[in-house]
């Protein structure tokens, strides 16, 4: 009689988890780890709440690379490296999460409070939930099956939790690649759970550029009722964003790889400006979330921006301080036959009796700063498309056959 492949035994106890799972996700979503530019303390208490569960699987080696940062509590932000070794030490197997969320957005979308799990079924609902701890409940439970059936991975095994993700990750992974970039070789396998389809068969090899602008209108304040003593700040600031969407038709090309598959250019986050009706504004700022495809140097992009902003302030009379919050030029793509690619193909074959392929993604993901540096990065997981939304919620039974993979990925398909 043929025994069983030991992914398959792996993938049966990892079934077993299912409501310890649960309960990792309600300690994770009990913990604001927000940026200090989002309003938190960032993501020290769930760094520490890491440390024990890693605590558990053993490790031969924890690693924690702070970045210093005085506007939060603990004066750093966290980020962790776990590392358990395998038969052949001469690669690793990477999967890399991050500890930080968004902000709630709206209370009253919210039909639950956002910092409190609350489970309907195969349903959890939370900030986070999906947006990354899906990632790094799965992988840790991955880690937890070998190692409580006593299985050896073929390979090392890396779990990486940093901070900073959500804000540019110049504190997270980032820092980690700047001080320990030594730990990372062009032969690992390197997987970020953090972009998918709800049936898993995406495999993201390449993205976007991603360009955020901060455009700060200075106009002249004055009564309401007297706009012509005054310079509309608000009103230039309008004209500008509309103006902005020609960026559609001045960089329309297409690439199917990506989806969607042209360049995206919208207005998004505007802040306050003058608290009462019969004022006209001074001062306006809004922002803008560009999304380029990579045929497109962003300096084409800024250069034409830039030539609209001179003419809308020639046109009201006001001054536009451009700049930019996030700004990334497209990475290399990783091969579509990397073996990252290949081996999260074999185990969704294996394990699901489907075919995962290659794709471009619009939303950034920090997969890009490894593969700036030679790293052939794959992000996949099985996700819904709840990140970042009021109601964010992810399936149980995802994080289940999310870690199956992984745990698949580890035994090399043994």
Same mark, same amino acid.
């Given at each position: ?15 077993? %988890? ?10 994770? #979503? ?17 760094? !520490?709440?890491?440390?024990? %569960? =890693? ?7 924890? /690693?924690?690379? @702070? ?24 690669? #690793? ?20 409070? $956002? ?18 701890? &899906? ?13 409580? /059936? ?26 980690? =690649? ?38 700060? #209108?200075?106009?002249? &304040? ?9 310079? @509309? ?7 500008? !964003? ?9 960089? $329309? ?7 969607? $598959? ?14 009462? +009706? @019969? ?18 140097? =962003?300096?084409? +992009?800024?250069?034409?921006? !830039? ?18 919050? &996030?700004?990334? &030029? ?9 073996? +990252? ?16 392929? $290659?794709?471009?993604i619009g939303g950034g993901t920090v997969a890009a700063h490894f593969r700036l540096r030679g790293l052939p990065a794959a992000v996949w997981s099985t996700l819904e498309g709840a990140a970042h939304q009021p109601n964010e919620?992810?399936?149980?039974? @995802?994080?289940?056959?999310?870690a199956q993979v992984f745990a698949h990925i580890f035994l090399a398909g043994k």
């Amino acid at each position: 009689m043929l025994s069983k492949p030991m992914w398959r035994v792996a993938a049966e106890k990892i079934g077993q %988890y299912r409501s310890d799972m649960v309960e990792m996700q309600r300690s994770l #979503t009990a913990i604001p780890a927000l940026a200090p530019e989002n309003g938190g303390e960032g993501e020290f208490r769930r760094a !520490a709440l890491m440390k024990q %569960y =890693l605590d558990q699987l053993h490790l031969d080696e924890l /690693l924690e690379v @702070n970045c210093p940062d005085d506007r939060v509590p603990a004066g750093h932000r966290p980020n962790l490296i776990a590392r358990i070794l395998g038969r052949d030490s001469s690669r #690793t197997v990477w999967v890399m999460s991050h500890l930080d969320v968004v902000p709630p957005g709206e209370r009253g979308l919210w039909h639950s409070e $956002p910092f409190e799990l609350r489970v309907d079924g195969d349903t959890l609902y939370g900030r986070g939930v999906e947006d990354n701890q &899906q990632g790094i409940v799965s992988s840790y439970f991955a880690a937890k099956a070998l190692r409580d /059936l006593g299985l050896e991975p073929q390979y090392n095994i890396g779990l990486v939790f940093v901070s900073d993700e959500e804000t540019g990750s110049r504190m997270g992974l980032q820092y980690v =690649l700047e001080k320990r970039g030594d730990l990372f070789r062009p032969d690992d396998l390197i997987i970020v759970p953090d972009a998918g389809d709800p049936d898993g068969t995406m495999i993201e090899v390449a993205e976007k550029s991603i360009l955020w602008l901060r455009f700060h #209108t200075f106009g002249k &304040q004055c009564h309401a009722s007297t706009p012509e003593e005054g310079r @509309n700040a608000f009103k230039a600031a309008c004209y500008l !964003a509309v103006r902005l969407q020609e960026l559609y038709k001045v960089f $329309p090309k297409r690439d199917e790889l990506f989806s969607p $598959p042209i360049s995206t250019f919208e207005p998004t986050k505007k802040e306050a400006n003058v608290p009462n +009706v @019969n004022t006209i504004p001074g001062e306006d700022v809004f922002y803008y979330d560009c999304r380029v495809l990579p045929c497109y140097q =962003l300096e084409e +992009v800024e250069k034409w921006i !830039a030539g609209r902003a001179r003419e809308v302030e020639k046109e009201f009379g006001v001054r536009i301080e451009i700049s930019s919050p &996030q700004r990334l &030029q497209a990475a290399p793509a990783t091969p579509g036959d990397a073996p +990252v690619v290949r081996a999260i193909q074999q185990a969704v074959r294996d394990l699901r009796g489907k075919e995962a392929k $290659p794709k471009g993604i619009g939303g950034g993901t920090v997969a890009a700063h490894f593969r700036l540096r030679g790293l052939p990065a794959a992000v996949w997981s099985t996700l819904e498309g709840a990140a970042h939304q009021p109601n964010e919620f992810c399936r149980l039974g @995802n994080i289940v056959a999310d870690a199956q993979v992984f745990a698949h990925i580890f035994l090399a398909g043994k």
